[in-house]
């Protein structure tokens, strides 16, 4: 029996898989709570659910430590540099989870005010829905997002603008890709 018939296990992993599976279970999020959805997604890591048994112990308030942005609420037109900001301060790789309705289309606030869908100012990558949105619907997003993680390329970067980037060889540094967003739906 050569390697070549053994199955992938600790020994003969690959590290592909390994920086996968590092990644899936830091994801650290930025507090960015705008509105009513954001005592939902505070709801999220307390005892009822627990989010820690994901590697998501603490929100860092600091975007620098942070890879993942819940934006949860709606965006006014003056919040939205700040939220631009924040996610640029954001180490690669990075991820973003709209959550509520207000997040992701603007809601029932249809004026020049609020920003129709964070997606105009942020690359969105999984879109979690409701008015407000349940705790269950977040901790589902948040696992779609680890399966987005688990199965993407770990060389994947997005231009500046949330648009995909192209290399002229894709054999030499990062393989660009621009991220399909997910819709989740509310899970009974």
């Known amino acids: 029996m050569g390697l070549e018939d053994l199955q992938h296990n600790f020994l003969t992993g690959r590290l592909e898989d ?3 599976w590092a990644r899936r279970n830091s994801v650290w999020p930025a507090t960015f709570g705008l509105a009513c959805c954001a005592i939902e997604m505070m ?5 009822d ?10 929100f860092r308030a600091s975007p620098r ?9 709606r965006v006014s037109q003056k919040m939205a540099p700040v939220l631009r900001q924040v996610y640029d ?14 997040a992701s289309t603007g809601g029932m606030f249809n004026n020049y005010a609020i920003v129709q869908g964070v997606d105009q100012i942020v690359p969105v990558d999984v879109y979690a829905p409701g008015c407000p949105p349940s705790p269950e619907t ?7 997002l680890h399966e987005q993680i688990r199965t993407g390329s770990i060389t994947r970067r997005r231009a500046a603008d949330g648009g995909a980037v ?8 990062w393989l660009l890709q621009d991220p399909d967003a997910v819709r989740v739906a509310t899970p009974r």
């Open 138 to 144: 977040l901790l589902h997003a948040i696992l779609t």
């Open 89 to 102: 301060q954001m180490m690669e790789p990075k991820w973003v989870i709209s959550m509520g309705v207000c």
């Open 18 to 20: 390994l920086v996968k």
């Open 65 to 73: 430590q942070a890879d993942l942005m819940i934006v949860a609420g």
């Open 43 to 47: 709801s999220v890591g307390a005892a």
């Open 49 to 58: 659910y627990d989010i820690s048994r994901l590697g998501m112990e603490v």
């Open 166 to 173: 192209e290399q002229a060889e894709p054999s030499r540094g």
